[in-house]
């Protein structure tokens, strides 16, 4: 299985401002996937990015909140945009096969 | 549509004792399942899965479970808890046939150990 690193770890952000999620896989990988864990609650998937195309949202979830960039097979970022209290979750990318990156862990005040 | 539902928010065991997780899913073909865990402040790590003929699958840190069709469960267990076990766990669901690897995560499972 692929390992994944992920940055940073946990940031305190501001209202209104913008944090943007690293993940870097070991190994070249077709789909990339970004999933939020709001404070207590499960996992909920936000997109499937693919390599050279637009990233997947699930229902729920708009670009405009969350970009997703895939510049190549091995790396994928996930912008929270404009953010709120309500965004401050932890935040995972994965990869196949069934592999999850440590987890951002956002608090916004 | 597929779901997984897992029973119990919390649970509670003495150091030793049987541990046993459950987690039911729905789906319309036999799915992929798989079974995560979550340490404090910490990512998720994959306790075992679920993707072949094998009903009883072994994972890592002794714990283990069996897929029943008929039951559509895929609970967890672990004969002897340790303190180091105490962690939340969530049981998920992929499509057998769906090769982009997304999963659908039930609700979790607070396993606390008691000394």
């Known amino acids: 299985s692929a390992v994944i690193s992920q940055k940073p770890s946990r940031d305190i952000c501001q209202r209104g401002t913008s944090l943007t999620i690293q993940c870097q896989v070991d190994s070249q990988v077709t789909m990339m996937f970004w999933y939020r864990q709001q404070p207590g609650q499960s996992l909920t998937l936000i997109a499937t990015?693919?390599?050279?195309?637009?990233?997947?949202?699930e229902s729920g979830f708009v670009i405009d909140k969350f970009p997703i960039s895939r510049p190549n097979l091995t790396f994928s970022t996930l912008t929270v945009s404009n953010m709120s209290p309500e965004d401050s979750s932890i935040y995972l990318c994965s990869a196949p096969r069934y592999t999850f990156g440590s987890g951002t862990r956002l608090t916004v005040v | 549509a597929q779901s997984v539902t897992q029973l119990g928010s919390h649970v509670s065991v003495s150091e030793g004792a049987l541990v046993l997780l459950r987690c039911n899913y729905s789906s319309s073909v036999p799915p992929y399942l798989f079974w995560y865990v979550q340490y404090p402040n910490q990512g998720l790590q994959l306790l075992l899965k679920y993707t072949s003929a094998a009903t009883l699958v072994k994972g890592i840190n002794g714990f283990e479970a069996e897929f029943k069709k008929s039951e559509t469960s895929f609970h967890l267990t672990k004969p002897s808890a340790h303190m180091s076990d105490a962690a939340e766990y969530f049981c998920a669901v992929s499509d057998r046939g769906d090769s982009s690897y997304k999963l659908i995560f039930g609700s979790g499972t607070r396993l606390l150990v008691r000394p």
């Open positions: 990015a693919n390599q050279g195309s637009e990233a997947t949202y």
